[in-house]
């Protein structure tokens, strides 16, 4: 079974550009969350979609935004980026239950904004 | 406010002996929780889980011990290997609602298993 996927790897983007990040979730897994691991804050949630709808959402700015298609592969688009948005952008799926199962992650893209 | 913390930067720890990392929660609504494992640039490893109507939980090398009063749970690896060396963390969920999809997860402890 393929694992998750997620594209680009990597990433180096200028202050004020977009940027849209990739996350094909394992085969069968409807659900998809995004987090941002960063140095100070570590990994934060920043939302969580299912069958195409948004579920949960962290405490982020409107800059950060996602999707998710109806074959459950999902994008997150930044917009407007600025410096303290450098950081790993992790996605993890699972079948929507979460809990005991677990969320199998992604091996990242590493954003890096000049 | 942190929900989830573990106090440990870093754990140092011979080979074949016993790694014990450690992780404290506030949050009273926590019905699951985690431990994963990851090496840099790769995204995290699932490891354990254990219910909070638990106390225990084994997998192989693996054991999580959940206090409920304490809110406090421990991974135990024993034996340590080499190859154990990496980041853990420590994360946790609450049940459904607003809730979905969402792990709150811990600083991370570097383990460092000596040969």
């Known amino acids: 079974k393929a694992g998750v996927t997620q594209t680009p790897r990597y990433l180096i983007k200028t202050r004020g550009q977009q940027v849209t990040l990739s996350c094909s979730p394992i085969s069968g897994h409807r659900s998809v969350s995004w987090y941002q691991q960063t140095p100070g804050q570590g990994l934060q949630f920043l939302f969580e979609?299912?069958?195409?709808?948004?579920?949960n959402k962290g405490n982020f700015p409107g800059r950060f935004s996602g999707r998710q298609f109806s074959n459950s592969r999902s994008e997150m688009n930044v917009s407007t980026l600025e410096l303290g948005d450098s950081a790993l952008y992790l996605c993890a799926s699972s079948e929507g239950t979460g809990g005991a199962y677990g969320y199998t992650f992604g091996s990242g893209t590493r954003l890096t904004v000049v | 406010d942190q929900q989830v913390k573990q106090n440990s930067p870093s754990l140092s720890v011979q080979e074949g002996r016993i790694s014990i990392l450690n992780c404290d929660y506030t949050n009273s609504m926590f019905d699951y929780f985690l431990w994963y494992k990851k090496y840099p640039a790769e995204g995290p490893t699932f490891l354990i889980s254990i219910s909070s109507i638990k106390d225990k939980n084994e997998d192989g090398r693996f054991t999580v011990f959940l206090n409920k009063s304490a809110k406090h749970l421990s991974l135990h690896i024993v034996p340590s290997q080499p190859g154990d060396s990496a980041v853990y963390f420590c994360?946790?969920?609450?049940?459904?609602?607003?809730?979905?999809?969402?792990?709150?997860f811990g600083q991370g402890t570097i383990l460092t298993v000596h040969p």
């Open positions: 994360a946790a969920s609450e049940a459904g609602g607003t809730s979905y999809g969402k792990l709150t």
């Open positions: 979609y299912f069958s195409e709808t948004q579920r």
